[in-house]
């Protein structure tokens, strides 16, 4: 359990002059997004990020993230526990045109109009982009038998034929 909680914006500019090394976490109860893909409420997103600046004399935030979340095997039903990892580098820019130009090792964080980025969010959208797709325990874990037919469509939908009201009518 780490017990220093982030600010959830930062200057990255300042940040990077100062070489800012940071270790602590958020509340997952505050990642709205990813909240609502999990069943548990408790946990902390630790997070460790520092600031710094470039040969190239460009500011970049560098970091690692995780957190366990719950979500719904889609096999079986049942909740099960997934660990989330992440590591990242961004390079704070003023607009999507700098973007652009940076060099393609880093990923570009536009800041608002205060010079601020906000780190909550950013550690939010890359914990997003690792959830799987149709979670499901290991096999070897999973209750349901692996021979079942889950998740097969129904073979025909059963659509109400629109011109069949028009037949009604005349
Ligand atoms: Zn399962």
């Known amino acids: 359990m780490k017990d220093l909680k982030l600010p959830i914006t930062i200057e990255p500019k300042k940040s990077a002059q100062r070489h800012l090394e940071c270790d602590g976490y958020f509340a997952l109860s505050g990642l709205e997004r990813l909240l609502a893909v999990s069943e548990k409420a408790g946990e902390q997103v630790n997070v460790k ?28 039903n049942e909740p099960f526990e997934q660990e989330l990892k992440v590591s990242f580098i961004f390079s704070p820019v003023k607009d999507e045109e700098s973007a652009e130009h940076l060099p393609s090792h880093y990923d570009a964080v536009v800041v608002d109009e205060n010079g601020e980025v906000n780190l909550r969010e950013l550690v939010e959208d890359e914990l997003m982009l690792t959830l799987p797709l149709i979670p499901k325990h290991d096999l070897k874990d999973c209750s349901a038998k692996a021979d079942t037919s889950w998740g097969k469509l129904p073979d025909t939908l059963e659509k109400p034929n629109p011109f069949d009201v028009l037949k009604n009518l005349k």
């Open 49 to 76: 990020v520092n600031f710094g600046i470039d040969a190239e004399k460009l500011v970049f935030i560098s970091g690692k993230a995780s957190t366990k979340i719950n979500l719904t095997c889609q096999r079986c």
